[in-house]
């Protein structure tokens, strides 16, 4: 029998390669996916999952998808929180509206997702957030200070939740690619 049999995945960040690559990984152990994306996307379909129409960036939307994902596929035992946006330039050349943009979906984001998983996961004692970051998330990178900035804000926060649901048998890790 596959690892993630009758498992539920739902992977925030639409049609990015890493999205698929760990969409089909699940699919191939036997894990129902759901991925969230803004737009409905063929190579989601293709690795196997569920495109769920959603901007994680709001509360109304993920709480939504979260419960058509239930629904349909039962309630969540995994959470890749994959989703990210970036802003390549000058800060002093940024608007606000693009600063907040990022925030809203990289940081925010994994707010509303984990909010939307969180009582199923309390409730079993068990569940699994992962978290993904960035190598400029602990370095910075120069032309990339919003995003570094909410890279290292998914950083302190995972490690944050990790104390925080751990005693409650919710695993929460942080990974930084890069």
Not at 31 to 55: N, P, Y
Not at 93 to 118: L, T
Not at 146 to 157: D, L, N, P, Q
Request: with cysteine.
């Amino acid at each position: 029998m596959a690892k993630f049999t009758d498992k539920v995945v739902v992977i925030s960040g639409g049609n990015q390669p890493n999205s698929l690559a760990m969409a089909k990984k699940f699919v191939s152990e036997g894990a129902k996916v759901a991925i969230l994306t803004k737009t409905e996307e063929a190579e989601i379909t293709a690795a196997g999952a569920v495109a769920v129409l959603c901007d994680i960036a709001k509360f109304d939307c993920v709480t939504a998808a979260f419960d058509k994902i239930k629904a349909e596929m039962g309630p969540v035992d995994v959470l890749i929180c994959n989703a990210g946006i970036v802003y390549t330039g000058l800060m002093s050349q940024m608007v606000e509206s693009q600063w907040d943009r990022i925030f809203d979906v990289n940081v925010k984001g994994i707010y509303h997702c984990v909010n939307a998983a969180m009582p199923h996961f309390l409730r079993t004692h068990s569940g699994c957030i992962i978290t993904v970051s960035s190598m400029w998330g602990q370095s910075g990178a120069s032309f990339e200070a919003a995003y570094s900035a909410t890279k290292g804000a998914v950083i302190a926060m995972s490690k944050a939740l990790a104390q925080e649901l751990g005693p409650s048998g919710v695993r929460v890790n942080c990974i930084a690619p890069g």
